[in-house]
């Protein structure tokens, strides 16, 4: 168990540190280093320099990996690079790998955004609003303050720290697969156990650990038709539309209650085991806490435990999105040429991507030569990444449940969650080690969405998590 004197003096400290630790996050936030967006790749590097500069300060030892290049909006960019960072090489501790990203997803201020998404600002309940706030780059600067904290109240540092900080995660973390593979018996040896920070509790009030992601199937299917733009005047009811035929293919993948229409999808679906059933009841969460998170009451499911299957153990089939139609304000009557409509399906253990795009590609084929249209169809897969699930029972999550304890006062729900970090299972299967999610940020964070936020109290005591968790991986006994 970690020590309780060495504990208060790193958590005094990081209490009268909290303004620094927020003009920290401001500074981050002030970067927007939108990974999918070209014109945004030079701030991805700024942001990059901004971390290997804090590195230096911290005297983390590091390398930026250049993972090649690749082609986005029709130009050929460099990829952001990946930092490996190592601080601590002692043979006689634990080494822990901590995983992060410092790209962003877009955001606009016309998008919804009470305020400048670029400009970190704190409301009157401490809510520190900013895009990446909590995804990730609050709790990937937390493993830093945490390094910080221990070297300024003149605390030893536990464990030895591997850093794995990435600026593609956004953009389906190009070029990071194969650099894991190709560094795991460098870099990457002699690491004990992986932890990554980039979820977020279930509810608001109650902690979590994470044991299991779902995965990702991401598809984009093209109708295209005549030559050019038309005429709806002139040409409308004279030819087969793209974009009737795309509509149409789009209302037969899934049921406005979530019923997904394609056959096969839910043949390797796990059975509910009792013991499975059982694991529901003790998680704190209420309905309520969901409709706070959408702010609305369109939840699909009055019951806890359904929506909590719903959300984790069972796939879903969401529409993203149509390109190529009419979308400005006013009144255009035009009939686009071409149209394209995204989906994704999120997968859960047992499912195979190859199989769920074969699912995919046969059914939409079928359902588009039904309609006897002469315009053409085409389906990519964009995007497939399994579905991810590690031990809870492991001294990694032993000691990251203790940590909770000691800096919330209560024991963690032991989770799994809907979304996916397709990385957690490389690194489980590359490394053959223990993987754990120890989320920063709460559940109605709003990461992705407008007004991303993190409680400052979520950040603070967040850095406090990471430390503690630290301690206790060197005191646990690791069989």
Known sequence: MANTE??????????????????????????????SDADHREDVYRMGDWLIGLFKQLNISYEAAEPGTHVLDGKTLKLPPILLGTYGNDPNKKTILVYGHYDVQPALIEDGWRSDPWKLTEDST???????????????????????????????????????????????????????LREANRYFKGVDAVCISDNYWLGVTKPCLTYGLRGISYFKVTVSGPGRDLHSGVFGG??????????????????????ILIPGINDDVAELTDEEKETYKAIEFKIQDLQSAIESQTNLFDNETQTLQARWRYPSL?????????SAPGVKTVLPCKVSGKFSIRSVPNMDPDKVTACVEKYLKEEFAKLGSKNKLNIESLHGAKAWVSSPNHWNFVAAAKAV???????????????????????????????????????DDGAHSTNEKLDRSNYIQGIKLLGTYLHEVAAVKST
């Not at 004279?238 to 019923?259: A, H, N, Q, R």
């Not at 799994?416 to 989320?439: C, H, M, W, Y």
């Open 6 to 35: 060495t504990l208060e003096r790193f958590f005094s400290y990081v209490d009268q540190n909290q303004e620094h630790y927020v003009t920290r996050l401001r500074e981050a936030v002030a970067i927007p280093s939108v990974s």
């Open 126 to 180: 401490g809510r520190l609003v900013g895009r990446g706030s909590s995804d990730d780059k609050g709790p990937i600067i937390g493993w830093l303050n945490a390094i910080e904290a221990h070297q300024k109240a003149g605390i030893e540092f536990p464990v030895n720290l591997k850093i794995c900080f990435e600026g593609m995660e956004e953009n389906e973390s190009e070029g990071l697969d194969d650099l894991i």
């Open 238 to 259: 004279t030819v087969y539309e793209p974009m009737t035929d795309l509509i149409i293919l789009f209302s037969k993948l899934v049921t406005s209650d979530g019923k």
């Open 318 to 326: 969401s529409i993203h999105g149509i390109e190529g139609a009419f």
């Open 405 to 443: 304890e000691k800096v919330f006062k209560c024991k963690p729900d032991l989770t799994r969650e809907g979304g996916s970090i397709p990385v957690t299972l490389t690194f489980q299967d590359a490394l053959n080690k223990n993987v754990l999610l120890l989320p920063m940020g709460r559940g």
